[in-house]
């Protein structure tokens, strides 16, 4: 065993025989790909969150992709995204060829900052991706009324948010186009997977079609009935439909997943109780009652790579989300500054978080991390 395998990991998914018992049953019917198991999934989804309509895709970034590409994003369109999130957000808006427009975040939440989306708003405007920071919902109403005002579109990016609230409304279930992900460490994952939900029937349909090659008709309807051979291209598309295999992980995760997302909340809370009472470590704003909670990330004040090496030799893993995206090389061309993230980067850590974590494995971290700031 590596020394990588024996540290406590940041995230890792609850997975088991349950799961495998439901590809097994995929197996056995001999129909791996877009299928009645997506389907169901899409309607486990749709009746989860509200909203009318749920697309099953193969990741969050080609739902992300297909949302903006939907909407008629292309070249010479500009985007307003944060700087700090994942790398995929960026991609899928250059995927369309168009120019991400960098905006700030909120320090003490690290979601998009409203009043500079609102600086950031041009005439090649086209949409704004809010991206839900840890599961924590943006300001919606605000982002939804300069969007309307302005007549853009909203893409959210709530790869984070499954299961999170809004105003007593679900992530998903209001809106432009919600984009969700299900990769290994969400909170429920497919193996790989993502969503998109929209209340609009007409992109629903549109978003159909483009994520099997723009075709009328998937292999499955085709297949159930007659003239079975026959199919139109109405569009242009692409292979980003969720498989079978992926949806039976989903649907089995998705039973578990109050399970997962109370023990995560209930880790969350015994970190903030401890880490508050540190004077190195600042904790962010959380809304307990409406986050379903992703990741958990602190901001040290002093020598977060230093406490970063100290738990590695500890047997801790951690790690930084993100770095901003302005700052790396491939996106430089759409360099900005922004000064709130240029400084909230160098603070955040990611620590350890997820459901099967033992009382042990807590008590560990935060032990640590108090060894480290020589607290009692």
Partial sequence: MSNYEKLIPVSRPSIGQDELSEINEVFKTGWLGLGKWVFEFENVIKGFTGAKNAIAVNTGTTALHLALDAIGVKRGDEVIVPSLTFAASIQAIMLCGARPVFCEV????????????KRKISLRTKAIMPVHYCGLPCDMDAILDIARKNNLKVVE???????????????GSFGDL???SFDPIKNITCGEGGAITTPDD?????IYKKRILGIDKDTWSRYKHKRDWFYNVTTLGFRYHMSNINAAIGLTQFKKMAEFLEKKKKIVKIYDKEFKRIKGIE?????????AFFNYIVKVKKGRDGLMEFLKKEGIDSG?????NHLQPFFKRYAVSLPVTEKVWQEI????????????VVERVIASIKKFFKQP
């Fill in 157 to 171: 990016d709530a790869a984070h948010a499954f299961g999170s609230s809004y105003k007593g409304k679900k992530i």
């Fill in 106 to 117: 909120s320090a003490d939440t690290l979601n998009a900052d409203v009043k500079d989306i």
């Fill in 283 to 291: 904790v962010l704003k959380r809304d307990y009652k409406n986050t």
């Fill in 320 to 324: 930084v989300h993100y770095i901003p």
């Fill in 178 to 180: 919600t984009c969700f």
């Fill in 349 to 360: 850590l990611t620590l350890p978080l997820y459901s099967d974590m033992t009382d042990n």
């Fill in 202 to 206: 007409e992109l629903a349909q549109l």
